[in-house]
């Protein structure tokens, strides 16, 4: 076991929704605690960079739309383990495979729409959450 840092982002669906507070329960009951927050609306050139990864594929221009079409939550989670943590708490990419309690199986609309980011790794945790956060902001 490790005290990690893990990027998150509350998607557009969700926050559409007004979603932020349960979601954020969810972070909680599961031990990750929120060192850094804000919401923001991101461009659609700022969606396409952070995304970048899946440029490639045939659903990213409808993925950057999305992300930019209403405010996010961008957000710093810390905890034992808060990467996989975390993705265990988000649940499967596509909701129709998340399993139950997971935030994707409560809360997500579709694939696309599925309510949260979580970083995959160490590395890209970091690089992610250097994209939105300064170190200052980091409050742990
Ligand atoms: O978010 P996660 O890491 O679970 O999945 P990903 O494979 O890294 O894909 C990033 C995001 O692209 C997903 O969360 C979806 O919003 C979107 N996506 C999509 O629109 N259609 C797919 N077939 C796969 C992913
Ligand atoms: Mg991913």
Redesign the pocket.
């Known amino acids: 076991m490790a005290l990690e840092r893990t990027f998150s982002i509350i998607?557009p669906d969700a926050t559409r929704r007004n979603l932020t507070g349960k979601i954020n329960a969810k972070f909680e009951e599961a031990g990750l605690r929120i060192i850094a927050q804000k919401r923001i609306h991101l461009t659609k050139a700022q969606a396409g960079e952070f995304?970048k990864?899946?440029a490639a594929?045939?659903?990213?221009d409808?993925?950057c739309e999305?992300?930019a079409s209403a405010p996010i939550v961008a957000q710093v989670l810390e905890g034992e383990d808060a990467i996989l943590k975390n993705?265990e708490v988000?649940g499967?990419?596509?909701p129709a495979d998340a399993a139950p309690g997971t935030i994707?199986a409560e809360f997500a609309e579709?694939?696309?729409?599925?309510s949260?980011?979580?970083s995959?790794a160490p590395d890209t945790a970091k690089e992610e959450i250097a994209y939105f956060f300064s170190g200052l902001e980091l409050v742990g």
Do not use: C, I, W
């Open positions: 998607k995304y990864v899946h594929r045939p659903f990213y409808e993925l999305f992300m993705r988000m499967a990419t596509n994707r579709s694939v696309g729409e599925n949260v980011h979580g995959d």
